[in-house]
Nanobody, 115 residues
Framework: QVQLENSGGGLVQPGESLTLSCAVR????????MAWYRQGPGKERELVAS???????NYSDSVLGRFTISRDNDQKTVTLKMNSLQREDTAVYYC?????????WGQGTQVTVSS
């Protein structure tokens, strides 16, 4: 059974940092492209950052320079380090694993940026 367990969300003030983690079980982690998505209030789910199996990283324009995605193939984890958080970053963040048409999602973790 495939499991993606998200953790690390919470409430922070603007300008602060937060790190999200995703622990993956039940699949060959190194064969999957990993990514973080988010869905803000009243918005569609959007791609935040990706780290594919060829070690290529990509970021959305809105987080470029502030967020860093990393993966550990031995520990089967993917991490999103978020700096200089803004109110607009408030959303539920989801870990995603994809291989071709096969996709798995974590349960989501809430990040709220508010003063």
């Amino acid at each position: 059974q495939v499991q993606l367990e998200n953790s690390g969300g919470g409430l922070v003030q603007p300008g602060e940092s937060l790190t999200l983690s995703c622990a993956v079980r039940g699949l060959i982690f190194r064969d999957y492209d990993m990514a973080w998505y988010r869905q803000g209030p009243g918005k569609e789910r959007e791609l935040v950052a990706s780290y594919n199996r060829f070690h290529r990283r990509n970021y959305s324009d809105s987080v470029l320079g502030r967020f860093t995605i990393s993966r550990d193939n031995d520990q089967k984890t993917v991490t999103l380090k978020m700096n200089s958080l803004q109110r607009e970053d408030t959303a539920v963040y989801y870990c995603n694993a994809q291989r071709g048409r096969i996709r798995y999602w974590g349960q989501g973790t809430q990040v709220t940026v508010s003063s």
